[in-house]
């Protein structure tokens, strides 16, 4: 039996490792939480690939040269003993079959161009969240054939957990499935592993799954079950995609239905609500999130996808209720001419706003969320989760990044329309009005019209 031989039959991958080895797309990342066996999973599939295709250039990267050395150069060279040849100058495996792994770490942003001109048909990034986005790309550039090879598609492969510099867009491509115009769904494959996954730790060293046990609720939530979600700073960290995320269903009639949204050429963010009539829980169950309209766009828009649908009420950024220099009219007025009749300056509270959010979240006496998601909500179940505490304010959100802003807000301004908690039970029960009836009452029949088909 040949050493090669050998060392194929040391390789017993847990299941989640194995469909890291199998997947077949030309991006692939494997984590998502401590103890998964990441690190040993890319070391292994680089050596079965330089193994199964000669004269193949493979590229292993880390942060830092401490981490690469401890994670990487030590375990390979045992694993390798008497496969490959070790060349410490140039930090480089090479096998009898021309086919080499490479070693290297980027430490600062610019350290990543020593790569650039180069050619790998394999580029690992081990701990990719500790990366820029910038050194990515820089080195997608250099994920491609070096001539040594014949039929094989280049690839990257990446191992992760949430947090880092390079949480964002580890987590746009891999986890919220967001991509830019050149990017296709398709390529990019996410693996989830777990300290739970690893059937040696959990025999061998059940002390470090106690220790992950005990973190602290946000950094337990990321690094013990990989909720990428969860961060130091985070604003809510009551959202729960497990918890607060349900599939899209059909919304009886009989339930109250309104909608919210904050307006800005840079975009313009709408919510539809409904909630069943024992107020016990709100579901946001469509949005509209679409930047570079106009206000009578952005007005045609909300009426084509609210239909026949019977609007209770609307609530919208209470800037509109400015008049404009040109015209003398109203934001509100505009909408109303192009079809948006009843639509109301919004109550724009901030603290008191994201308090109320942050109540809906959490779980009723019954263990349930009293705030639900569509799914098909991408946009608010993308943000949501992202604010920050400003610095300034305490208890307020960060103004920026503003994008992120946009759709929470309009969440904002409809929790603080309904005038009470779903789910919250007080001795005297609100009744099914509308409330902004008295509002109405006083002002021009343009705001009177509800929205109607």
């Not at 081990?126 to 491609?144: D, G, H, K, P, W």
């Not at 960290?237 to 009989?254: A, G, H, L, Q, W």
């Not at 959010?357 to 569509?374: A, K, N, Q, V, Y």
């Not at 008295?438 to 109607?452: A, C, D, G, I, T």
């Amino acid at each position: 039996m040949t050493k090669i031989q050998r060392y194929l039959r040391t390789v017993k991958p847990y299941p989640k490792q194995e469909e890291f080895f199998e997947a077949k797309t030309t991006r692939v990342a494997y984590g998502g939480a401590r103890g998964g066996g990441k690190s040993w999973a890319m070391r292994t599939k680089f050596i079965l690939l330089a193994l199964a295709y000669p004269g193949i250039q493979i590229l292993l990267l880390r942060r830092t040269f401490p981490e690469l050395r401890e994670n990487h150069i030590i375990p390979l060279q045992k694993a390798l003993n008497g496969i490959a040849q070790y060349k410490d100058s140039t930090k480089e495996f090479t096998f009898k079959n021309r086919s080499r792994i490479k070693l290297g770490y980027c430490l600062n942003e610019s350290d990543i161009l020593q790569y650039q001109g180069q050619a790998y048909e394999v580029i690992g990034m081990e701990e990719a969240t500790q990366f820029t986005y910038m050194q990515y790309i820089a080195l997608t550039e250099s994920n491609r054939l070096s001539g040594n090879t014949e039929g094989f598609v280049p690839r990257m492969y990446f191992t992760c957990n949430p947090g880092g510099v390079g949480h964002e867009w580890v987590k746009r491509l891999f986890i919220d499935k967001r991509y830019n115009e050149n990017e296709n769904a398709e390529d990019y494959t996410f693996v989830p592993s777990t300290v739970y996954d690893n059937e040696y730790i959990i025999s061998k060293n059940p002390q470090y799954v106690k220790t992950l046990e005990a973190l602290p609720p946000l950094r337990r939530k990321a690094m013990l079950y990989g909720d990428w979600d969860a961060f130091e700073g985070q604003y809510f960290p009551e959202f729960s995609r497990e918890k607060n995320v349900c599939r899209p269903f059909t919304i009886p009639e009989d339930w109250t239905r309104f909608t919210a949204f904050d307006y800005g050429l840079d975009m313009t963010a709408c919510l539809w609500f409904a909630y069943p009539p024992d107020r016990s829980r709100l579901y946001v169950y469509r949005e509209l999130y679409k930047p570079n309209l106009v206000l009578s766009e952005a007005a045609c828009q909300i009426r084509e996808l609210t239909g026949n649908e019977k609007i209770r009420w609307s609530v919208a950024s209470p800037d509109l209720a400015g008049r404009r220099q040109d015209s003398g009219k109203t934001g509100f007025d505009i909408m109303s001419s192009f079809g948006l009749c009843g639509v109301m300056p919004a109550d724009n509270t901030r603290i008191t706003g994201w308090r109320m959010i942050r109540e809906l979240l959490r779980d009723r006496s019954d263990g349930e969320p009293r705030l639900m998601f569509f799914e098909s909500c991408t946009n608010i179940i993308r943000t949501l989760p992202k604010l920050t505490f400003d610095p300034r304010v305490s208890e307020d959100v960060a103004d920026s990044p503003h994008e992120l802003t946009h759709a929470p807000d309009a969440l904002r301004y409809g929790v603080m329309s309904m005038g009470f908690i779903p789910g919250e039970v007080r001795e005297r029960a609100v009744p099914d009005v509308d409330p902004f009836a008295e509002w109405r009452e006083k002002k021009p029949v343009s705001y009177v019209r509800f929205l109607e088909s």
